[in-house]
């Protein structure tokens, strides 16, 4: 049989050494990939002269799926996020960012399975209108929502709330304030939540969203936001549940998808073998539901769940002492 092949970008900072761990369990759990690797991000500027290299383009749609590690994006110097730039190009409208709780973190709650979806294309990131007045004394950013736009990713939102079988959606809006743009994605939302009568369906303005997600997460199942919102409320998310070593989320468009960590290079820990893999691991597990193949899931996220409760080769944010290398060798011999 052929292998299937994965376009595998490992990124920036820690990202080289999490995106291994990745593989590793990947390869240990018998996944029988090929992997086809490909730059971006800084290593690609140094290797190629450009952040984001057309063959790196060329290799993700080649193959569909990209599993990525962070990317760093210069500041200054007019270069654009090349997340942004990735998502943008290959339409990737839907950022499907869950958190649940593993026994053995250190978090303050248990039981947190929350999943965000976050809208990927529009909104305030669309890059649109932004100016600084010469005088540096004004600057604009213009938020862009259509129909189109806020219909796709409620759609989606829903399609995975039934497909999941879960109970609720909360949409998160501040239509009370931007009245044309949170106010027309409300609309479009409250018309998608009407084509599912069997799912719960739970308006809230974003703020009482941050003060209800630290006091009664569970109250929460998926949420679904647009761009802006949903960036900040999954880093949230992942701080209910141990931080943004435990956060993975997935980049999903009509054609192709890249997984990847929530979180940044992390640069202030980078090159020393103690970052989470469990991000890009997690980030590998929702390749593998993509991909139709449940069982492997479940089974390095049992294993995952065996390393983490047991405690005793964890890494320094999950309260332990062991290594990148050290914590991937205990999930492998766990798997
Ligand atoms: P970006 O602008 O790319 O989002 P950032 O400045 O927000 O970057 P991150 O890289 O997201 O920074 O990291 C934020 C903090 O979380 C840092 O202190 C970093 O060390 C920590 N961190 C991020 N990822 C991990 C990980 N996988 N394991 C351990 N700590 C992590
Ligand atoms: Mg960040």
Redesign the pocket.
């Known amino acids: 049989m052929n292998k299937r092949s994965i376009t595998v970008i490992p990124g920036d900072g820690i990202g080289p050494s999490i995106v291994e761990a990745a593989l590793t369990i990947l390869d240990h759990a018998g996944c029988n990939f090929h992997y086809d690797y490909a730059d971006a991000g800084l290593m690609a500027l140094e290797k190629h002269g450009e952040l984001l290299p057309q063959s790196t383009l060329d290799l993700i749609a080649k193959n569909k799926i990209a599993l990525k590690g962070p990317l760093t994006t210069p500041i200054g110097g007019g270069f654009t996020s090349i997340n942004v730039s990735l998502r943008k190009h290959f339409n990737l409208y839907a950022n499907l960012r869950p958190v649940i709780s593993f026994e053995g973190t250190q978090s303050r709650f248990e039981n947190i399975d929350i999943i965000t979806i976050r809208e990927n294309t529009e909104g305030m990131y669309s890059g649109a209108g932004q100016t600084r007045a010469e005088d540096n004394n004004s600057a604009e950013a213009m938020s862009i929502i259509t129909r189109e736009g806020a219909e796709r990713i409620t759609e989606f939102a829903y399609q995975v709330a039934r497909s999941e079988s879960r109970k609720k959606v909360t949409i998160v809006h501040k239509a009370n304030i931007l009245k044309s743009t949170s106010g027309l994605f409300l609309e479009v939302a409250r018309e998608v939540a009407l084509r599912y009568p069997e799912i719960e369906t739970n308006e809230m303005i974003v703020d009482a969203v941050c003060m209800n997600l630290v006091m009664y997460p569970e109250r929460f199942d998926i949420i679904v936001t647009t761009n802006l919102f949903g960036d900040i409320i999954s880093?949230l998310c992942a701080g209910l549940i141990g931080g943004?070593g435990m956060a993975p989320g997935a980049n999903i468009g009509k054609e192709v998808a890249i997984f990847e960590a929530?979180?940044?290079s992390a640069p202030d820990i980078a090159g020393q073998n103690i970052a989470n893999p469990c991000s890009v691991i997690l980030a590998s597990i929702q390749m593998l539901e993509h991909l139709g193949m449940q069982d492997k899931a479940q089974q390095i996220r049992n294993a995952i769940r065996k390393t983490i409760a047991e405690g005793k080769t964890v890494t320094r944010d999950l309260g332990g002492t062991a290594t990148t290398t050290e914590f991937t060798q205990a999930i492998v011999a766990n798997l």
């Open positions: 880093d943004l929530v979180h940044g």
